[in-house]
Nanobody, 126 residues
């Protein structure tokens, strides 16, 4: 069974940086696109970033474009989210997810992902 384990969250001041990691079990990691989503208290889960199965394509929410970078290391079965110039509105639980289908590009809708991690909390103080 595939498992996703996020790490790297924490408390940071506005303007600071964090790097989230998502370690994925299983031998077919490199066949799937991966995504990051976030959910703030009282709000719906929202798309943050996605990366294609081979890392050749990426997609970002407008709210994080230019500040966040998604990447993956298929040799380590790990996907990353580098977050720079953090803002208080970035405060949320961050989840990584694996797409339902192999060899797709960069899905931005949550229903296209069927395996989710437990989440890691990011808190940005003003």
């Amino acid at each position: 069974q595939v498992q996703l384990v996020e790490s790297g969250g924490g408390l940071v001041q506005a303007g600071g940086s964090l790097r989230l990691s998502c370690a994925v079990s299983g031998r077919t990691f490199s066949n799937y696109a991966m995504g990051w989503f976030r959910q703030a208290p009282g709000k719906e889960r929202e798309f943050v970033a996605a990366i294609s199965w081979n890392g050749g394509g990426t997609a970002y929410a407008d709210s994080v474009k230019g500040r966040f970078t998604i990447s993956r290391d298929n040799a380590k079965n790990t996907v990353y989210l580098q977050m720079n110039t953090l803002k208080p509105e970035d405060t949320a639980a961050y989840y990584c997810a694996r797409t339902s289908f192999t060899f797709v590009a960069t899905p931005t809708h949550a229903f296209l992902y069927n395996v989710w991690g437990q989440g890691t909390q990011v808190t940005v103080s003003s």
